[in-house]
């Protein structure tokens, strides 16, 4: 006959064994979670034209209003397209606020909606948040949330300027975007 006490540590060794198994496979079903991968094109107009897609709305008075100029905020309503030919489909737009964040004009913090009007993800937002090193080829921020399709999202974005024509101030950026699945 086992006493009371020995009963009890078999009791406890059971819990314990227990809560080993659910961690366990709480973590298993951590790293099953799925990446996925979107990828789109950015249309970019940063100039004073009327179709500028980038705009500064205000900066330091007596300071030029750039993205090298600490201090200016920039309003955004980029096209996204599917491919980089500005004639491929429409997926959506990317609306929000840039701002020249560095003392040294380097860095640019990111707010960014991707607001989706295709046919897959319409009425979806992703919403891209973090600090642009200007100066690299790659910029990483996250992805800290969204809505629709992208409720609970989380992820990166990382943009990469692959086209640029400065007499117009035109750029395709791509982005790629990371997400887990939930
Ligand atoms: C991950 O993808 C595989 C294959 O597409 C699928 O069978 C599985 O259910 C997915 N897992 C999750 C957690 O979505
Ligand atoms: C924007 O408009 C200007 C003229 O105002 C034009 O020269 C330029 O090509 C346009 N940019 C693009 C990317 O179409
Ligand atoms: C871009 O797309 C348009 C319309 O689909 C097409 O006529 C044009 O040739 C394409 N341009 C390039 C560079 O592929
Ligand atoms: C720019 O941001 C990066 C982080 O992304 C940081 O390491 C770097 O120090 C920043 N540069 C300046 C001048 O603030």
């Not at 705009?55 to 300071?63: E, R």
């Not at 491919?83 to 020249?100: D, F, M």
């Not at 990111?110 to 295709?118: A, K, R």
């Not at 642009?132 to 300027?161: L, P």
Request: hydrophobic content about 40%; glycine content about 8%.
């Amino acid at each position: 006959m086992a006493s009371p006490g020995s009963f009890s540590r078999l009791r406890t060794k059971l819990m314990f064994i227990y809560l080993l198994i659910l961690t366990i496979l709480c973590i298993c079903e951590a790293q099953k979670l799925n990446q996925t991968s979107i990828v789109f094109f950015l249309q970019d107009i940063a100039s004073t034209a009327p179709n500028a897609t980038v705009v500064p709305v205000i900066g330091i008075k007596g300071k030029d209003w750039s993205f090298n100029s600490f201090g200016t905020i920039f309003a955004v309503d980029d096209p996204i397209t599917e491919t980089p030919n500005r004639s491929s489909n429409e997926v959506g737009r990317a609306q929000g606020i840039l701002v020249t964040s560095a003392l040294d004009g380097s860095n640019v913090s990111v707010l960014l909606s991707i607001v989706f009007t295709n046919k897959e993800y319409g009425g979806s937002t992703l919403e891209l948040h973090g600090v642009s090193r200007q100066n690299e080829r790659f910029k990483e921020v996250s992805v800290v949330s969204g809505t629709g399709s992208f409720r609970f999202a989380r992820g990166f974005a990382v943009f990469e300027t692959i086209y640029y024509e400065r007499s117009i101030s035109y750029s395709i950026v791509r982005c790629t975007i990371r997400l887990l699945e939930s």
